[in-house]
């Protein structure tokens, strides 16, 4: 028997090379794997924000700091 398949999760990452966000089909095992994953996206260069969502329901969003406000 195979192992079950993991959940997708929906991330939209707001990049500031493109005018609308990108989305991402994710399989994580669970919303706290899901939630490191979109931590590491959002240290990418050019990301500024990641909604992660599972089906209709939005998870959690993170976003970088602004500089202005440290």
Do not use: C, I
């Amino acid at each position: 028997m195979g192992a079950e398949p993991m959940p997708d999760f929906q991330f939209y990452v707001t990049d500031d090379r493109y005018s609308v966000p990108s989305l991402l089909f994710v399989a994580a095992r669970d919303a706290r794997s899901a939630r490191t994953m979109a931590e590491r996206m959002l240290n990418e260069e050019h990301h500024h924000g990641v909604e992660v969502w599972r089906g209709e329901h939005k998870l959690f969003s993170l976003a970088e700091a602004d500089p202005s406000s440290v």
